[in-house]
């Protein structure tokens, strides 16, 4: 008895400093969204155009959000904030939604439907992050978009596209709004370039 009395303290003091233990952030989900086009293009693609994944280097293409201090010369991977799939399938996808609400072509599809479309986008992802500003951080995006025949493999047009949005605050939420408005932008002038082939 008088050893179990002895160990009591030694119990109580392991669950006490157990429950002190600091909180690990809860983990958190984001998507790239853009909204669908509000006009239609003059000058659609006849026929079908299908839309690869994008490439991306390295931790670009990976699921944790990216931050930057010096300009993107030195990255790291945000703990505990991800994107919901991994981006070169983001982009892709919102790419494909914002092309079929323009009007780019009769049909925008997924290359993963492997229907003969007479046209392919091909692109990278060059850049996806968030970068350290002054008073506010910046979301940053850079595609590089292009466009193939693909009954001549021609190459249409090709284009590296950047956006540099203003985040409301120094928030991994406010990074991921202005990396949407940044991805609106991209897709609004991609298909403004399309309309003016």
Same mark, same amino acid.
């Given at each position: 008895?008088?050893? %179990?009395?002895?160990?009591?303290p030694?119990v #109580?003091f392991?669950l006490?400093?157990?429950?002190?233990?600091?909180?690990?952030?809860k983990?958190?989900?984001?998507?790239?969204?853009? %909204?669908?086009?509000?006009?239609k293009?003059a &000058? =659609?693609? =006849?026929?079908?155009i299908?839309? *690869?994944?994008l490439?991306?280097?390295?931790?670009?293409?990976e699921?944790?959000?990216?931050?930057t201090?010096?300009?993107?010369?030195?990255?790291?991977?945000?703990?505990?904030? +991800?994107?919901?799939?991994l =981006?070169?399938?983001m982009? /892709?996808?919102?790419?494909v939604? +914002?092309? /079929?609400?323009?009007?780019a072509?009769?049909?925008?599809?997924?290359?993963?439907l492997?229907?003969?479309?007479? +046209?392919?986008i091909?692109?990278e992802?060059?850049?996806? $992050?968030?970068?350290? #500003?002054?008073? @506010?951080?910046i979301g940053?995006?850079?595609l590089e978009?292009s466009?193939?025949?693909?009954?001549t493999?021609?190459?249409l047009?090709?284009?590296?596209? &950047?956006a $540099?949005? =203003?985040?409301?605050? &120094?928030s991994?939420?406010g *990074?991921?709004?202005a990396? @949407?408005? #940044?991805l609106?932008d991209?897709?609004?002038?991609?298909a403004a370039?399309?309309?003016?082939?």
């Amino acid at each position: 008895m008088d050893r %179990v009395l002895k160990l009591l303290p030694l119990v #109580g003091f392991v669950l006490v400093a157990a429950c002190m233990a600091p909180n690990v952030p809860k983990e958190q989900y984001f998507r790239l969204v853009a %909204v669908p086009a509000t006009e239609k293009l003059a &000058h =659609p693609f =006849p026929g079908i155009i299908e839309a *690869a994944p994008l490439s991306a280097d390295g931790v670009t293409g990976e699921r944790p959000l990216l931050y930057t201090a010096n300009g993107g010369v030195k990255l790291e991977q945000r703990n505990y904030a +991800y994107w919901t799939e991994l =981006p070169t399938a983001m982009v /892709r996808d919102q790419l494909v939604a +914002y092309l /079929r609400s323009a009007g780019a072509a009769d049909q925008v599809v997924p290359s993963e439907l492997r229907i003969g479309a007479g +046209y392919r986008i091909q692109g990278e992802i060059k850049r996806l $992050e968030q970068s350290a #500003g002054d008073k @506010n951080d910046i979301g940053v995006l850079e595609l590089e978009l292009s466009v193939i025949d693909e009954s001549t493999d021609q190459l249409l047009m090709s284009k590296v596209y &950047h956006a $540099e949005t =203003p985040a409301a605050d &120094h928030s991994i939420d406010g *990074a991921v709004a202005a990396l @949407n408005a #940044g991805l609106q932008d991209v897709l609004k002038r991609f298909a403004a370039d399309i309309d003016a082939r």
